[in-house]
């Protein structure tokens, strides 16, 4: 059964919280918040924390709050390429095209399709925001259907350039990019593998992002590997290539650096583990996220040990934006109409104080049960339950001298 409880929860207070854990006998809970924001003669706003991993039921709930928005803006860092491109000149028209071209080409190596609608069906089941990009990259910058084409035999993406017409020369060429024969990092996430691992589920396969009215609202990757290096990330195709990952967490969270493969190996040797320990381990990882994501001293530590830097692109520089895309959707609606902000819970609060500013208030909210242990039917014992929850107090304290 779908939950949203707590409803107006909280909200005449100035710090609102958007992580909360509820314990009993019977259960521990995770619950995020969704919060409605109101302005005169403007359209609602739903901020709504989302949770990346959790149980079924909780994002059956969160599809069921956001029908009701008619525009849900997604965090999501993607390549430039991922914006459809264009341009003022021929140049940069076709310097685009290329990028998206590459983009495309990425989200499209493993499948076997024959068309850019055969495409973006086939990526629902394995990255739905890879599909909703692929919808809105069918045409080059000048307008132009991108087909599905072959170089040497292999399938390949191809622009008829400035003209529309096969062949030509300068501006009027055809750009072609090869598809790769591997799967990208993209086909297996560190977050996908642990949600299988704990018997969840995966945010990024478990919400309609293919969905027309669902629109990224984040900084490039590229702009996030500028903030937080200083240097400007390789051009698509180029050597050391890395899709727009501009340092070793990006990689850790694909899975595809060492230690990413090696965190994927461990969360593999779950099932195995659980067997061992009679049918602990699982519900004791579980119960050790319900704990440590709703304690809010070690989620503040553990970002500050990232680094001041990493702090201030990823939480702060990306509400900017984030606000910034939703103040512009707000601008394209009216009052009766509904934007959704869909964003991990860290970024809540910031993104909370940026709408205050802009005039918004919150006037709803409501719980939704993001992950669950059952206790009266887990293996696990009280004494380890007690051992959890005092290692997450001790943790929390002793990261927040």
Same mark, same amino acid.
């Given at each position: 059964?779908?939950?949203?409880?707590?409803?107006?929860?909280?909200?005449?207070? /100035?710090?609102?919280?958007?992580?909360?854990?509820?314990? #009993?006998?019977?259960?521990?809970?995770?619950?995020?918040?969704?919060?409605?924001?109101?302005? &005169?003669?403007?359209?609602?706003?739903?901020?709504?924390? +989302?949770?990346?991993? !959790?149980?079924?039921?909780?994002?059956?709930?969160?599809?069921?709050?956001?029908?009701?928005?008619?525009?849900?803006?997604?965090?999501?860092?993607?390549?430039?390429?991922?914006?459809?491109?264009?341009?003022?000149?021929?140049?940069?028209?076709? #310097?685009?095209?290329?990028? #998206?071209?590459?983009? =495309?080409?990425?989200?499209?190596?493993?499948?076997?399709?024959?068309?850019? *609608?055969?495409?973006?069906?086939?990526?629902?089941?394995?990255?739905?925001?890879?599909?909703?990009?692929?919808? @809105?990259?069918?045409?080059? !910058?000048?307008?132009?259907? =991108?087909?599905?084409?072959?170089?040497?035999?292999?399938?390949?993406?191809?622009?008829?350039?400035?003209?529309?017409? %096969?062949?030509?020369? @300068?501006?009027?060429?055809?750009? =072609?990019?090869?598809?790769?024969?591997?799967?990208?990092?993209?086909?297996? /996430?560190?977050?996908?593998?642990?949600? *299988?691992?704990?018997?969840?589920?995966?945010?990024?396969?478990?919400?309609?992002? *293919?969905?027309?009215?669902?629109?990224?609202?984040?900084?490039?990757?590229?702009?996030?590997?500028?903030?937080?290096? @200083?240097?400007? %990330?390789?051009?698509?195709?180029?050597?050391?290539?890395?899709?727009?990952?501009?340092?070793?967490?990006? !990689?850790?969270?694909?899975?595809? &650096?060492?230690?990413?493969?090696?965190? +994927?190996?461990m969360i593999r040797m779950l099932p195995a583990l659980d067997a061992l320990s009679g049918g602990r381990a699982i519900d004791g990882l579980r119960m050790l996220l319900i704990e440590s994501l709703s304690n809010p001293e070690m989620l503040k530590q553990g970002t500050a040990m990232l680094g001041e830097r990493f702090e201030q692109v990823i939480l702060h520089d990306r509400n900017d934006v984030a606000v910034e895309f939703t103040l512009k959707h707000c601008r394209r609606h009216g009052p009766g109409d509904a934007v959704a902000v869909l964003y991990g819970a860290a970024h809540m609060p910031g993104i909370d104080v940026l709408m205050r500013a802009e005039g918004w208030?919150?006037? *709803? /909210?409501?719980?939704?049960?993001?992950?669950?242990?059952?206790?009266?039917? #887990?293996?696990?014992? /009280?004494?380890?339950?007690?051992? =959890?929850?005092?290692?997450?107090?001790?943790?929390? &304290?002793?990261?927040?001298?």
């Amino acid at each position: 059964m779908l939950s949203l409880a707590l409803t107006l929860a909280m909200i005449g207070s /100035t710090e609102l919280q958007w992580l909360g854990a509820t314990h #009993s006998d019977a259960a521990g809970t995770l619950h995020t918040a969704a919060r409605r924001y109101a302005q &005169s003669g403007q359209p609602d706003v739903w901020l709504v924390g +989302v949770a990346h991993l !959790g149980d079924s039921s909780y994002y059956e709930a969160l599809d069921a709050l956001l029908q009701s928005s008619d525009t849900v803006i997604y965090e999501a860092v993607m390549p430039e390429g991922a914006q459809a491109p264009g341009g003022i000149d021929d140049p940069s028209k076709a #310097s685009s095209t290329r990028a #998206s071209l590459h983009v =495309i080409a990425s989200m499209a190596a493993g499948h076997s399709v024959d068309s850019m *609608e055969a495409l973006a069906g086939a990526l629902v089941d394995g990255h739905r925001p890879s599909a909703n990009v692929v919808k @809105g990259l069918r045409h080059d !910058g000048w307008g132009n259907r =991108i087909e599905l084409s072959t170089l040497d035999g292999k399938p390949a993406l191809r622009s008829l350039g400035a003209d529309g017409r %096969p062949g030509g020369d @300068g501006s009027a060429a055809d750009i =072609i990019v090869p598809i790769p024969e591997d799967v990208g990092a993209d086909g297996s /996430t560190l977050q996908r593998t642990l949600a *299988e691992a704990l018997r969840m589920r995966f945010q990024l396969n478990s919400l309609p992002y *293919e969905q027309s009215h669902w629109v990224p609202g984040d900084m490039s990757a590229e702009e996030l590997h500028r903030r937080l290096t @200083g240097t400007e %990330p390789a051009t698509p195709g180029g050597q050391g290539e890395k899709n727009g990952e501009p340092f070793e967490l990006g !990689g850790m969270l694909t899975g595809m &650096s060492f230690s990413g493969q090696f965190a +994927v190996g461990m969360i593999r040797m779950l099932p195995a583990l659980d067997a061992l320990s009679g049918g602990r381990a699982i519900d004791g990882l579980r119960m050790l996220l319900i704990e440590s994501l709703s304690n809010p001293e070690m989620l503040k530590q553990g970002t500050a040990m990232l680094g001041e830097r990493f702090e201030q692109v990823i939480l702060h520089d990306r509400n900017d934006v984030a606000v910034e895309f939703t103040l512009k959707h707000c601008r394209r609606h009216g009052p009766g109409d509904a934007v959704a902000v869909l964003y991990g819970a860290a970024h809540m609060p910031g993104i909370d104080v940026l709408m205050r500013a802009e005039g918004w208030v919150p006037v *709803e /909210t409501r719980w939704l049960n993001a992950m669950q242990v059952d206790l009266l039917a #887990s293996k696990l014992t /009280t004494a380890d339950i007690d051992a =959890i929850r005092d290692w997450s107090e001790m943790a929390g &304290s002793l990261l927040g001298r």
